[in-house]
């Protein structure tokens, strides 16, 4: 079966400065569907680089990107806005839910801009309950971001990544911003997710966090330092 | 993302800063405003010249006097008149009109004043003044100098009520009069109002009223009714040779003016052509101020907003969509301008009307045109703003603080 994911040669160059800065420097990836993937390396690695690449937020200045076998390069402006929308999930460090919405509005938000398969108002409604419910925040619906403690929130933000049913999920340092109890309780969330087959990648500073993960790549200028199986994760499976 | 969402989307925005809403709208609102403003002068002014017309008839013919040549005294007399009814072909008649201060009218023990105009037998012919009961004075009365007068309908009611005005006598100034005959009312033409007068025989206005021997026999206004549009430029040029003639001045340097209704029509058209230009300057600079105010706060409300742009864009909002958002927001802020501007221009229109400033006449497409106005304004100044927020890079504008 077709990778999830493939990356062929990615490079992305910053011409900041006087030397042209090599954010991507010749990234090569496969991420088979259904795997859950921790992205680590120091600050400046280049890991939201290729995180905004693999969520078609960015474009690569060389290489090639495939998602499901489809070639993200040629796609129009309107394809990469559906595949946002529809198919892959993105959670930022910082939430980045919108402030004047509730939680069920800014969840909604997703299948409001869905071009095709639109539904009722009120299967809308029952999806965003539904989404909101799955991360255990159905009561908290009505509230706004402020009114929110930030794992709340970061899981108002997994609500609205999932609404849609992406396969892919990306998460930039999604417990970047918040405490270890909050962390473990999102981490929680993505693993039960990844188990129901969402394919995740996630990048992350902290190697308790990472060992979430079934597979740990490290980053260093811009290039795979490191890739291999998470060999505390297999054997908390094997417990 | 359906247009009424994207309604709905708009108006979030739009609410969130009100005051700056309504203040950006101001040019809007000023520039709709002076367009129904404009047209509804532009109406009056016509709806006062066909009344003007349909009352004093197309085909009339007006001499004033000028100040006349040096050493002479200003020269349009009664006798001009008499001249001119009986020498020129082509007319009705001809009707001198001289006006005095107003004069006490007193009848039993009713009394008030009221404007008094001398005038000759053919007023209700040429002013197209007809009578209502009675008749009004001849020539022989003017010759005779009899002590007769015609009233105006509202000063016959006001001085009468139910009793026949006919043959009774009534003092004005210090003369009896007596009634003649009432006029049929005929309203306000211009300024003058024909129902509150009173008409007495020129020559007894000169007798009794009008005492003073330099103003003897001394006429304002002369007017005369040409039969048809036909006849209408050889009476004037033989009116102008006959008061050139018995004036003893030449054509060239005359002391007198005749001048057609259309002339003076022409010259008030004139008048509130002047008002009509300067009010579609108004409008159009006030709609342009407006538009680059609408587009001023748009790019403030974009650049604000980059970080809400950015999620939306990451969650699938395609360029269309936030455009759409923005260009919506601009087309609410300035429909919301149009339709306040709309209600300040029948308020204003009304005002002008009720204070006399102006006549105004509200058209129905008038509104819609403004409306469509601030419509076009909206787009036109909202669409670049609107771009450049589609045109957002989704990783910038999410790094956006
Ligand atoms: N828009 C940009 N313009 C110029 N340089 C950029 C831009 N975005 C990223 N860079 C540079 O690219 C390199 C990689 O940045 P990136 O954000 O991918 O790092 P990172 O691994 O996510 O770091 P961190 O752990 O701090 O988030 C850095 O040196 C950064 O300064
Ligand atoms: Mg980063």
Redesign the interface.
Known sequence: MDPIIRVEQLVKIYDTGEVPLRALDGVSLDIARGEFVAIMGHSGSGKSTLMNVLGALDRPTEGCYLLEGEDVGEMEVEELADLRNRRIGFIFQSFNLLPRLTALQNVMLPIRYRVENRISAEAREDACIAALESVGLGERAHHRPNQLSGGQQQRVAIARALVNHPSLLLADEPTGNLDSKSSEEIMGILESLNRQGVTIVMVTHESDIANHAGRIIHMKDGKIFSDGHNGKKRKEIAV | ?TLI?AIGLAW?GLV?NKLRSFLTTLGVIIGVAAVILMIAISAGAEAAIADQINALGADLIIITPTRGIPGRPPTLVYDDVLALAQSVKGIKGVAAEQIVADQLIKWGNVSFTAPTLGTTPDFPLVREAPLGVGRFFTQADLDRKSKVVVLGSKVAQDLFGDVSPVDQEIVLGTTRLTVLGVMAPKGKVADTDYDDRVYIPLTVLYQRFLTNPMMNNRLRTVFVQATSRETLDSALGQIKSILAQRHGVTLGNPDFIVQTQEDIIKTQQATTETFRTLLAWVAAVSLLVGGIGIMNIMLVSVTERT??I??????????Q?VRRQFLLEALMLSLFGGLVGVLAGIGGAWLFDETGAMRTVLIPWSLGLAFAASAVVGIFFGYFPATKAANLD??EA?RHE
Request: glycine fraction near 10%; charged fraction near 35%; hydrophobic fraction near 40%.
């Open positions: 993302m969402e979030e969130l970080r809400e950015g999620v939306r864009v990451s969650i699938g909002a395609r360029p969509d989704p990783i999410l």
